[in-house]
């Protein structure tokens, strides 16, 4: 069994502060296509935030380029995400996600955490 644990967020950060989230793939697995985060904010749809592909190509959301960074530890089945400079409106809750493969003879498949909240104000 695989499960994503998310942690860095949970705290209450002010507007221009900065905070590090991490997420770690737990359990066996073979190898990974994709991880990254997205986000839910009160009354509206979760939102990519970031991704990264197994060979480093990152994407991020127009809302946070040149603030977020994505990074991965593939040894460590681990993906990171530097928020700086942060702002009220980047409150949300944080989902970590992967897609990846467990076995050799699986198919891809998306992987989601349980989401870790994250809270900024002015």
């Known amino acids: 069994q695989v499960e994503l644990m998310e942690s860095g967020g949970g705290g209450l950060v002010q507007a221009g502060g900065s905070l590090k989230l991490s997420c770690t793939a737990l359990?066996?697995?073979?190898?990974?296509?994709?991880m990254g985060w997205y986000r839910q904010a009160p009354g509206k749809k979760r939102e990519l935030v970031a991704v990264?592909?197994?060979?480093?190509?990152?994407n991020y959301a127009d809302s946070v380029k040149g603030r977020f960074t994505i990074s991965k530890d593939i040894a460590k089945n681990t993906v990171h995400l530097q928020m700086n400079s942060l702002q009220p409106e980047d409150t949300a809750v944080y989902y970590c996600?992967?897609?990846?493969?467990?076995?050799?003879?699986?198919?891809?498949?998306?992987?989601w955490g349980l989401g870790t909240q994250v809270t900024v104000s002015s």
């Open positions: 996600t992967a897609k990846m493969k467990v076995t050799m003879f699986e198919a891809l498949k998306d992987y």
């Open positions: 359990g066996s697995i073979f190898n990974f296509d994709t």
């Open positions: 990264i592909t197994s060979s480093g190509n990152s």
